[in-house]
């Protein structure tokens, strides 16, 4: 252990920037300045650490040991960037520097309000993600997990309307105040707990707390019920059903907020304290041997409830994607979904499945903040939000609709992205267990179909059907099989990108009996009105954004997307965008091929190796090929 101020930096880099930030309010290239030099530095000083962590050194700064201040005994204040702490902090620190840039471009193609409070809210909310990161122990995770949720409020209420305000109010309720009560009266159980045996502690050891291990013997079921409250308290930021609505809700939002802090900080850290508590609270020998009584079943481990609702989670978030024709929220489902692989392969304990899981973490970023990236540059050049009006975009946004496709390749493990390294190891896992955990490894697989069908007809309308001829998708609308032509008719297309406005009905409605529905439909993203036109050339009658209908089915004058009347506008790759959101979009998509290209190579496939080698007290090459009972009774002896 070495004591270094480093963990203390890499949280505080960010808190800094947030007085530069407000200060430079009426200089906008100063203000984003700042923005990207946090984010830099937060990333040189994770970065840092990285070379001694991997060589077995773990930095630690304590509040009790800097000044001799402790609320309890048992609990201090304190950072700690171990392999898992390091894990969770590169990546968000990498991911936050071209979010930066990508922010800009997104916020200014947009003339947003309140940009400074904006980049504000983004700094700080990075400094919680790290800080969840670096915790040392439950207590401190606990402050910065539920900061977290504090400060990405304004973020998701950020369009200041009636809908976001709603969505605000879900979101803290259900990570603020339900997801900080389960993990609070879990962490309180695990202090109670330790301290019927010595000295209580919350803090954080590989393999799981000796104290907590041998409290259980004697206290079983609350140390049952202290791993579920904790499983719940960090499952709601992960969208664990049914706990996950706020999700979806949440994508009111700037696309730059749902794709680094809803794909990435605030839905990963759920994710990480979930492997918090599997790998370094209980530990996978506590787990596996502190079984449930189930009446008709029998014992079983602590893991298979988890396991069970993260498989059940996966299957039906995918399947409520398929009937989202509304971009981000398929996008919100599918991140439900990919969050519970990740649950999945930890709750299996193997650690094959375990490495996957932690190797979903960055694969999945990558890939999802792609697809984010590209829905938000789809919606700031032509105000399209919804896949039933994305009919042909790909030849007004090449590489966009590129990315996107790598993103949604990943998303269905498919080589060579990234996300098939994390599921392959995942089967594995699943494989060598066998047994029944062969129901989870069909889980993963059933998964990975349903992703293809909800991500491919998006690839497959932006780049193989034209405008005035394309059909509805059969995950999209009935009747099965889709209508030709089924989307509007006869009638012209909605204007957007420049181009005559005419009346239509929504997408969906075209073949459906039924209306439109505010539950159907809810709210478009990103409500404020954008104010960005067509170019000069474009070849359209009118370059202004004249509304004819909004997504609830009652007119209004707020812009609205779809291709113009004369069809989109052929680009190139270079001049579909600004280069502040072009260049993110490629180098995010790039990093999801290289890290499934290679993953020997790989900073977080080797530090997820360490974590589990940790954990197990085991070379992973001698643990991979093992069965579960042998590698947990080898760690228990």
Known sequence: MVEDIRPLAAVLVSAVAIALIVASHRRPN?????????????????????????????????????TGIQFLEGIDFALRADPLGIFFALLASFLWIFTSFYATGYMRGLDEHSQTRFFASFAASLSAAVGIAFAANLVTIFVFYELLSLVTYPLVAHNEDNEARIAGRKYLT??????????????????????????PTTAFEAGGMEALATAAQAEPVYAQAAFFLLIAGFGVK??????????????????????????????????????????????????HDLPLDVPGIGEVGLNIPVAIVAAFTLTAASIIAMRKDHLKRRLAYSTTAQLSYIVLGLS?????AMAGALFHIPAHAFAKLTLFFCAGAIHVETHTDYISEMAGIGKRMPLTMTAFTVGAAGMAGLPPIAGFVSKFYMLIGAGVVGGSYWLFAAALLLSAVLNIGY????????FFESEDRHDAKPVLEFPRGGLFRSYGGDEEPVAADGGEPTDRTDAADASDSEPATEE??????????????????????????????????????????????????????????????????????????????????????????????????????????????????????
């Open 30 to 66: 100063l203000r984003e300045g700042w923005s990207v030099l946090a984010a830099l530095a937060k990333f040189g000083i994770v970065a840092s650490m990285l070379p001694a962590v991997m060589g077995g050194d773990v930095f630690k700064w304590s509040l009790k040991e800097s």
């Open 174 to 199: 259900y990570t603020f105040f339900g997801g900080g009560v389960f993990l609070l009266a879990g962490t309180v159980m695990v202090y109670w707990l330790t301290n019927q045996v010595g000295t």
């Open 238 to 287: 992960a969208a664990l059903m049914p706990l996950h609505s706020w999700l979806a809700d949440a994508m009111v939002a700037p696309t730059p907020v749902s794709g680094l802090l809803h794909a990435v900080a605030v839905v990963k850290s759920g994710a990480f304290g979930v492997a918090r508590v599997i790998l370094e609270v209980h530990g996978p020998g506590l787990i």
């Open 348 to 352: 299996m304990l193997h650690p094959a």
């Open 455 to 462: 991500l491919w007809p998006v690839v497959y309308t932006a």
């Open 520 to 637: 159907e439909f809810e709210y478009a993203v990103d409500q404020n009105p954008s104010d960005h036109t067509a170019p000069d050339d474009a070849d359209t009658e009118s370059e202004d954004h004249v509304s004819s209908v909004d997504h609830h089915g009652d007119h209004d004058d707020h812009l609205t997307g779809g291709p113009p009347a004369a069809g989109w506008q052929r680009r190139s790759p270079f001049a579909e965008s600004t280069w502040l959101m072009l260049a993110p979009i490629a180098v995010i998509a790039t990093g999801a091929i290289v890290l499934g290209i290679g993953p020997d190579y790989a900073v977080f496939l080797e530090l997820a190796f360490r974590i589990v080698e940790d954990v197990f007290g085991m070379p992973f090459e001698d643990l991979i090929g093992d069965p579960l009972d042998e590698v947990l009774t080898e760690v228990n002896n």
